[in-house]
């Protein structure tokens, strides 16, 4: 159990709490790196700083973060916002400069360096709440739309607060909600961001460890976070989660009409047809201009019929 339960748990604090924790944490981190759940990853730092001290909560929770973003990054390769992501990847890494310099001056000894990370934590957190509370008050999104300079000192906060508490998600939505992206656009550009900067953090946890006397980062870390990286899949269902039920229903139900029983192309391959074969309406949406009248156009139409009506008989 030694690879399961870390040995330094915080007085008052079980096993079995701190089980429940861990995958309480790593689903959250997965459904926010997924693009659904409003920034409640930022909630998992705070869960396992409950039951760990602060230098070894930070290099828990960075692998998980890192797989995590693999896997969403993995779904959304090229749907990105390139301005976005440089302003925000600007100022980040001066933010993570003045983040590694925090890092040092909490492992002096005349410093709680473990208070000090628990305060910014709470801080961050309580900055989501309310930012989500004002979210849902506010009637009309706002007409603001930040530019390079805004996304430029947004990076540098999100920087330091993803350097001393892995606190970055509640900046970069804000910032990127402004720009009223795509979903997957949006997505895409966080996992891009949030993989890139998570990689970055490694080295500089190795050099604050190195210079600071304190370890961040090491294989006993690494040997608690083995139990948890298969959960990160579950909650990372990034593909499904960005697209909205009437999309998921539209692609089968495209996937469904267009081939045939045994998965050939049929005649409707060259028709886009949008049909909810488990629902009464179906309607057909051609891709091309509407073919003249005469026989090719009602040899279109016996297929079209046949098709939907062998797709009816199937569902029932």
Request: hydrophobic fraction near 45%.
């Amino acid at each position: 159990m030694d690879w399961i339960v870390p040995h330094i748990l915080r007085a008052g604090i079980s096993p079995g709490s701190y089980v429940l924790l861990a995958l309480g944490a790593t689903l959250l981190i997965g459904v926010s790196k997924g693009g659904f759940g409003g920034g409640v990853g930022v909630l998992a730092t705070p869960m396992f700083l409950i039951a760990l001290p602060g230098n070894v909560t930070l290099s828990l929770v960075l692998p998980l973060l890192i797989v995590c973003d693999v896997f969403t990054w993995r779904h959304f390769p090229r749907d990105w916002h390139p301005r976005s992501y440089w302003s925000l990847g600007s100022g980040t890494v001066i933010g993570l400069m003045l983040g590694l310099f925090a890092l040092l001056w909490f492992a002096r000894g005349d410093v709680d360096g473990d208070r000090w990370i628990r305060l910014i934590v709470g801080c961050v957190s309580l900055t989501f709440c309310v930012v989500q509370g004002c979210r849902a008050l506010r009637r009309r999104p706002g007409r603001f739309r930040p530019g390079v300079g805004a996304g430029a000192a947004t990076g540098v906060v999100c920087g330091f607060t993803t350097m001393v508490a892995h606190a970055a998600g509640v900046f970069v939505d804000m910032y990127l909600l402004a720009l009223r992206l795509d979903r997957k656009v949006f997505v895409g550009t966080c996992a891009r961001y949030y993989l890139t900067f998570n990689l970055v953090k490694i080295p500089l946890y190795l050099l604050a460890g190195a210079l600071a006397q304190e370890d961040y980062i090491t294989f006993q870390t690494l040997k608690w976070d083995l139990w948890l990286f298969p959960v990160c899949p579950l909650g990372c269902g990034a593909r499904r989660l960005a697209q909205s039920p009437h999309e998921r229903q539209d692609l089968h139900a495209h996937h469904l009409l267009c081939s045939g029983r045994h998965g050939r192309q049929t005649a409707l391959g060259n028709v886009g047809l949008r049909a909810c074969p488990w629902r009464r309406e179906s309607f057909l949406r051609p891709r091309f201009p509407t073919p003249p009248t005469g026989r090719p156009a009602l040899r279109v139409f016996r297929v079209v019929v046949r098709r939907l009506f062998l797709v009816g008989s199937n569902a029932q």
